[in-house]
């Protein structure tokens, strides 16, 4: 079955350190991204790539980096420079950016040891 | 800026009542609008997308209205059942914004049996 895995479920992260999420997609996609979720805040966009080796700021890029190397991943790294980085965090993808439905993945837990 | 408002943020019902969920938003520049259902700790999964062109999507039970020049969307559920109790969320793409997605915070739904 074709959709998107991000890994791992939960993640900790201790003062000073650099942590990276994975998400993988099957679904053959061009478009790539990162939300953040927050209680009560809804979903904002960190990062997004339309294609392989490209990607742009969302609305919270700071302390955040990414990469595209392949169509089917696009890690996202959550750097020592976010200073508040506990939030569930979710991978999607759509077939080109604009006009499709964004599939998502179930999420990846962070939170500060 | 785009801004996107759900009311009400919680909403409890019995069984087999129809329900009206609201989004409202602030530009009506837009690709689409995406209705999304996320149940606890888990992903999105994309209900309905209404096009900009388009003025209604239906899907089952799930009926979803778009009025660009309101910058209202509403998602009726008709016949509810406890299996509908999740989160859900409306989310629109601004043009030339490379597919972006801005959300609103979210209507929590219980469906008492």
């Known amino acids: 079955d074709g959709g998107i895995t991000q890994s791992p479920k939960y993640l900790f992260r201790k003062e000073g350190q650099n942590v990276t999420l994975s998400c993988e997609q099957n679904?053959?996609?061009?478009?790539m991204y990162w939300y953040r979720q927050d209680p009560g805040q809804g979903l904002r966009l960190i990062y997004y790539?339309?294609?392989?080796?490209?990607?742009q700021k969302g609305d919270i890029a700071e302390g955040y980096s990414v990469s595209r190397e392949k169509k089917e991943s696009f890690p996202l790294t959550v750097t020592s420079a976010q200073k508040n980085p506990t939030a569930f965090y979710l991978c999607?993808?759509?077939?080109?950016?604009?006009?499709?439905?964004?599939?998502f993945g179930d999420g990846t837990r962070l939170s500060i040891l | 800026k785009q801004e996107v408002t759900q009311i009400p943020a919680a909403l409890s019902v019995p069984e087999g009542e129809n329900l009206v969920l609201n989004c409202s938003f602030t530009?009506?520049?837009?690709?689409?609008l995406q209705w999304f259902r996320q149940d606890p700790g888990k992903g999105l999964t994309s209900l309905l997308l209404?096009?900009?062109?388009?003025r209604e999507q239906t899907s089952g039970r799930l009926n979803a209205s778009l009025d660009k020049s309101s910058g209202r969307s509403t998602l009726y559920i008709a016949a509810s059942q406890p299996g509908d109790s999740a989160t859900y969320l409306c989310?629109?793409?601004?043009?030339?914004?490379?597919?972006?997605?801005?959300f609103g915070q979210g209507t929590e739904l219980s469906v008492k049996p």
């Open positions: 790539s339309q294609i392989v080796n490209d990607f």
């Open positions: 530009d009506s520049a837009i690709y689409n």
């Open positions: 989310a629109v793409s601004p043009y030339n914004q490379g597919g972006k997605l801005i």
């Open positions: 209404i096009q900009s062109s388009q």
């Open positions: 679904l053959n996609h061009d478009a």
């Open positions: 999607a993808s759509s077939i080109d950016e604009g006009t499709q439905p964004q599939h």
